[in-house]
């Protein structure tokens, strides 16, 4: 892989200027590694919730018991509890009356059958009035036992869930859209501090709605990062080293997710896990210190001063001696004059022309599919036949090897065929787990696995493809645009597994059947490979089919004007 790389003849504006300054080298790498702490943070924030809001077993809680050497615990919990079909007590109901003790400690009774209830009269029973006793062989806190999400509030889990995602997607549009206004780096400092602050307060919360409130703004400020980081590498980088380095940034997702395994099997109390995974945003702030402004946003904006002297610092890092000329403030100024946006860009500008139209509304069935089936996979590990950190470790683990696979498959195949490709596969995942029959717990777990890598080359495919796709001008907004959507389907994907009430197999149904969709839309999408980063709305436009109409073209000529 060479550092350097030289102007091409077709490059032209900032591609032509970053070729002098050396387009990939020690000053990318660095940026990379810089970037890498938020990419192994979000995956321990998203997938929190499968030890966070973990749901160990529980019973009614009761008094005491005076056990007789010849009456175990067993049998006095038989006076005391009904036992729910599966032939378990039941973790919801106590018997309103004990009833009356069986002569050993081998007799069965309150199994909770129609006959069994009828033959003991005073056999009624009523909800948990005095709390649950829980296991805690697993986990010594999760917010389920510390507020007892459990039986008639157990809906209040998911609502967790789905309320930090909904966080994440506010946040998605809000960052999207003051990162194009007001820069990355200022709003990379924010999702930064944000996080730290929301995280270290949510690890206090005295109640269920102050954690509900601060986990939900949490999501808010985290979203910076999935929208800032991307960008903000891939703005320092030419079209040849975009694919590698997209890939590479993106194992520390997986690497990630893969330490949560680690993290969450050493700290079992809930409190000090939330602090464990928000602690390392104070290194992170430090770290901004060296994390460069992208030279082609400060062109966009007329900041020419400002992206000369990133860019030199660029070409010194890279060794790259005598460019004073080319990234002279003359040369730099015929640049932004060609790219400065001359009003202010808005999130209807992603829909104003057809080929950008298109390519918006594609995009948003993609990422919708992408992220609820991504999740859906990573959030219900129930019935796998592993325990919880096992499955994560696997989850985690099955990602590394996902990654290899995205980048020689998006290097050789192309970026639409990958796209397409991987959710397709996880459609196929879900479905041969819906067809197997019960018993067949290994195979479940090794599908469920393999899904779960397919779901991840998809969900790593849509970042890289997605930000090839909208100009340096639009980039931000486009990425927040989807990003939102794709949070969408995050938000409602712990929300489908409530659908097992009426259906155990409908929730995997809803999200092969999502990411199925998506695979056809991804097909209609434009390919990228060793396309140029499009600079301006009107490089997205060359590339399509000319307008069609006149008001399409005057459109167009407002928009470059």
Not at 519 to 532: H, I
Request: charged share 15%; proline share 6%.
């Amino acid at each position: 892989m060479a550092l350097h790389a030289s102007p091409s003849p077709q490059a032209s504006g900032f591609e032509e200027v970053l070729a002098q300054a050396g387009s990939f080298g020690p000053f990318q790498i660095r940026n990379l590694l810089l970037l890498a702490l938020p990419r192994l943070l979000l995956p321990l924030h998203f997938l929190l919730p499968i030890f966070l809001a973990a749901v160990p077993p529980h019973r009614c809680a009761l008094l005491s018991p005076h056990l007789s050497a010849n009456f175990s615990e067993e049998a006095w919990l038989q006076t005391r509890l009904p036992r729910d079909p599966e032939g378990t007590f039941s973790s919801c109901h106590r018997f309103i009356r004990a009833l009356s003790p069986p002569l050993s400690s081998n007799s069965s009774v309150g199994n909770g059958t129609e006959k069994e209830v009828g033959a003991w009269p005073d056999a009624s029973v009523e909800p948990c009035l005095d709390g649950w006793v829980y296991n805690r062989s697993q986990f010594s806190s999760t917010i389920t036992t510390q507020w007892d999400l459990v039986c008639e509030r157990k809906g209040l889990n998911q609502i967790t869930v789905t309320s930090f995602f909904v966080g994440v997607l506010v946040g998605a549009v809000l960052f999207g859209y003051l990162a194009d206004r007001f820069g990355r780096r200022p709003l990379l400092l924010v999702a930064y501090v944000g996080s730290l602050i929301l995280g270290l307060i949510s690890a206090a919360s005295s109640s269920f709605a102050m954690f509900l409130v601060t986990r939900t703004l949490t999501g808010t400020a985290l979203a910076g990062f999935t929208i800032i980081i991307l960008p903000l590498e891939l703005e320092w980088l030419d079209v040849k080293h975009r694919t590698v380095a997209g890939v590479i940034s993106s194992t520390f997702w997986s690497l990630g997710a893969t330490l949560l395994a680690l993290v969450g099997y050493l700290i079992r109390d809930w409190r000090w896990l939330l602090l464990a995974v928000t602690l390392p945003c104070a290194p992170g702030i430090v770290s901004l210190w060296w994390v460069p402004e992208s030279a082609r946003w400060l062109l966009t904006q007329g900041r020419v001063r400002e992206a000369r002297r990133y860019l030199l610092r660029c070409a010194a890092l890279n060794h790259r001696d005598g460019t004073a000329q080319a990234l002279s403030m003359e040369a730099l100024n015929k640049i932004a004059v060609a790219e400065k946006s001359r009003h202010h860009l808005s999130y209807l500008d992603l829909f104003r022309t057809r080929r950008l139209r298109t390519i918006s509304l594609l995009c948003m069935v993609v990422w919708f599919g992408v992220n609820f089936s991504y999740y859906g996979m990573s959030l219900d590990v129930d019935g796998l036949g592993l325990d919880i950190y096992q499955i994560q470790l696997l989850f985690g683990a099955v990602e590394l090897p996902s990654k290899l696979l995205v980048f020689l498959a998006v290097r050789y195949a192309g970026r639409r065929p990958t796209q397409a490709g991987a959710l397709l596969g996880t459609a196929i995942s879900l479905g041969a787990i819906l067809l197997l029959p019960p018993g067949k717990g290994t195979w479940r777990s090794a599908l469920a696995v393999l899904g779960k890598g397919f779901s991840e080359a998809a969900f790593t495919t849509a970042f890289l493809f997605t930000s090839e796709l909208y100009p340096t001008v639009l980039r931000q907004m486009g990425m927040g645009l989807v990003a939102l959507v794709g949070r969408l389907g995050g938000s409602l994907a712990p929300l489908a597994m409530l659908l097992a009430g009426v259906w155990a197999p409908l929730p995997k149904v809803a999200y092969g059947s999502a990411a199925l969709l998506a695979a056809a839309m991804a097909l209609l999408l434009p390919e990228t490979r060793q396309a140029q980063l499009p600079e301006t709305i009107q490089d997205i436009e060359r590339k399509g089919p000319a307008p069609s109409s006149q008001e399409e073209v005057v459109q167009l000529k407002l928009l470059q004007d």
